[in-house]
């Protein structure tokens, strides 16, 4: 559920380079439960500053769809809140970087470095949560396959290459569920290899009209060259002409040297990410399989170690995930996360590729057993062969009132109608519990253009939406930097639900789901569809709630609902 930059094919730029929701509900105050902002969308660009703050940003105030996270805190002023802790289930985070290391969480039952079990929870010295992808001897899992990829191995290591006639009657079903899986596996390795060459090509026609700005910016003597610049021009050579003409065409559709730079890192990032994923498909990849535990017994559940961060060089999304949650506020670094009052729970689960169902399902129930009262999921996958394990630990935190924020995918499809794992329905229409909230990814735009065009959707199993595009947040190594995807949306929905929880802890995770989908900002009018150029569909035909949170009125209606439950 990794999306590093939302890399938007526009026509300009193609011209240039030829949950099973419930709808039950709490108390609500009706002055929230029906807020609706008229005004126009903030025209013009942003500063890097703005940009960096976006989703803080308020509707009313700035223009921009954000959570008015500054008027959240005015409204806090002079009120006490208590400490929550939030678990990051994810690829791991950097509990050193300097925006993280004072909201780290610590398991103060534990003895650091004393190879003992102190607590008796069943892991040793787990001092800031617990890495289920790992061996006890200190090795850790960077990447694995996808799930579709585990169970095409599967079905071939039992069916080979039989013929339907060849295979026995009471294992007619799940033969015909191999072959299915196995044509999309293979039509899915082909559509990644074609996408791979066509952003090879773009990146390739990007180095171009690199090279040719180079060579007109010599021959003109500017540094920043404009249209004006080139018009008249008389070129010494056939090369030179054709670089004037190709720049000329360039900056006539609105693309400037400093814009091409840009576009060129995503396109790069994009490309390498795609190569990345290729590597999921491999039938023979698997290092999963080698940590010491049975994968397939749920049972055999105190593997792995406390190696929380995984590898700086290649993990980056938890701790991005964990930043839009609680990096410490105003501490003159970086940034500010949603939350104050927060300690954050490691607990890595995710690799490059599809996370195991048995890692989820004991993940969730770690977190759960050491106190988070939140945990984010910015993670999910198409298949799940042992989803009922991770369906019982969804229970269980139900049972201990934690809440469950999920992210709903980056496909930009509707999964009404195409299932995604986690969820909280077995049938993508009935909730069996009722703490799980997922979330849909936002843009600062408040037009046409509000939901993230990657974001998935879905009137009966996303509940809300949220900022998730450009989000400005840590990355390993005491470094910052904007991404996007719901993965970025979850964890800004976690942030205002660990504001509620902290200072308002006597609401219950049910309540705080309702709370963060009346609250929020209701949309009346029509946008752009996830995963379409240009169709439109009202933006309450998205999710259950037709809304995008807001912290403000989300506290305002926390409020409410906690004077009258006194």
Not at 196 to 217: D, G, H, M, Q, W
Not at 335 to 342: K, L, R, T
Not at 366 to 384: E, H, L, P, Q
Request: proline fraction near 2%; charged fraction near 30%; include cysteine.
């Amino acid at each position: 559920m990794k999306i590093l930059k939302s890399i938007l094919f526009t026509a300009t730029i193609a011209a240039v380079f030829t949950s099973c929701k419930s709808t039950s509900t709490v108390v609500l105050t009706p002055k929230y439960s029906e807020k609706i902002i008229n005004i126009p969308a903030k025209k013009g660009e942003l500063s890097e500053d703005e940009m960096n703050r976006w989703s803080h940003a308020d509707i009313e105030k700035d223009s921009i769809a954000g959570m008015s996270v500054a008027k959240a805190y005015q409204f806090l002023d002079g009120k006490k809140g208590v400490e929550v802790i939030v678990a990051i289930a994810d690829s791991g985070v950097d509990i050193e970087h300097e925006d993280l290391k004072d909201v780290a969480w610590t398991n103060l039952k534990e003895i650091a470095g004393n190879n003992k079990d102190d607590d008796n929870n069943g892991y040793v010295d787990d001092i800031h949560g617990w890495n289920f992808l790992g061996s006890k001897d200190g090795r850790i899992v960077n990447a694995d396959q996808l799930e579709i990829t585990r169970l095409v191995k599967k079905g071939q290591d039992k069916f080979g290459s039989k013929k339907a006639s060849e295979i026995a009657e009471s294992n007619k079903v799940e033969y015909q569920e191999y072959l299915k899986l196995r044509e999309e596996y293979f039509n899915t390795i082909e559509e990644k290899k074609k996408e791979i060459e066509s952003v090879s090509e773009t990146y390739e026609r990007v180095l171009e009209i690199e090279e040719n700005f180079a060579a007109v910016k010599k021959f003109t003597g500017k540094e920043n060259l404009t249209s004006e610049d080139v018009k008249g021009l008389w070129p010494t050579s056939i090369k030179i002409a054709t670089q004037i003409a190709d720049i000329a065409s360039v900056l006539g559709n609105g693309m400037t040297e400093k814009t091409l730079i840009e576009y060129k890192k995503e396109v790069k990032d994009y490309k390498e990410n795609i190569e990345k994923a290729i590597k999921g498909y491999d039938l023979d990849f698997d290092s999963r399989q080698s940590m010491g535990d049975d994968l397939y017994d749920i049972n055999d559940k105190y593997y792995g170690n406390n190696n929380v961060i995984g590898s700086k060089d290649l993990e980056m999304h938890g701790t991005h995930v964990a930043g839009i949650v609680a990096a410490s506020r105003n501490n003159n670094k970086g940034v500010n996360g949603v939350a104050n009052h927060v300690k954050i729970m490691t607990v890595r689960i995710v690799p490059d590729g599809d996370e195991h169902d048995k890692d989820v399902a004991l993940g969730i129930r770690y977190a759960v057993d050491n106190g988070a009262k939140i945990i984010n999921t910015s993670f999910g996958k198409r298949f799940s062969p042992n989803k009922e394990w991770v369906y019982d630990a969804l229970k269980y935190a139900e049972k201990n009132d934690v809440l469950i924020v999920n992210a709903a995918g980056n496909d930009g499809k509707n999964i009404d109608v195409r299932k995604s794992y986690p969820n909280d329905s077995k049938d993508l229409i009935t909730e069996f519990t009722d703490n799980v909230i997922t979330i849909g990814a936002s843009s600062l735009h408040y037009n046409e253009q509000l939901p993230a065009s990657f974001s998935n959707y879905g009137k009966i199993n996303v509940d809300v939406f949220a900022p998730g595009v450009d989000i400005y947040s840590t990355v390993p190594k005491d470094e910052y930097e904007a991404i996007s995807g719901t993965s970025m949306a979850a964890p800004s929905v976690a942030g205002v639900a660990a504001l509620i929880r902290s200072y308002y802890p006597k609401l219950s995770a049910s309540q705080v789901k309702h709370i963060l989908m009346n609250s929020g900002v209701k949309i009346n009018f029509d946008v752009i569809k996830p995963g379409t150029q240009s169709e439109k569909i009202p933006f309450s035909e998205l999710s259950v709630s037709g809304r995008i949170v807001n912290a403000y009125f989300a506290l305002q209606m926390a409020d409410s609902i906690a004077k009258v439950k006194k």
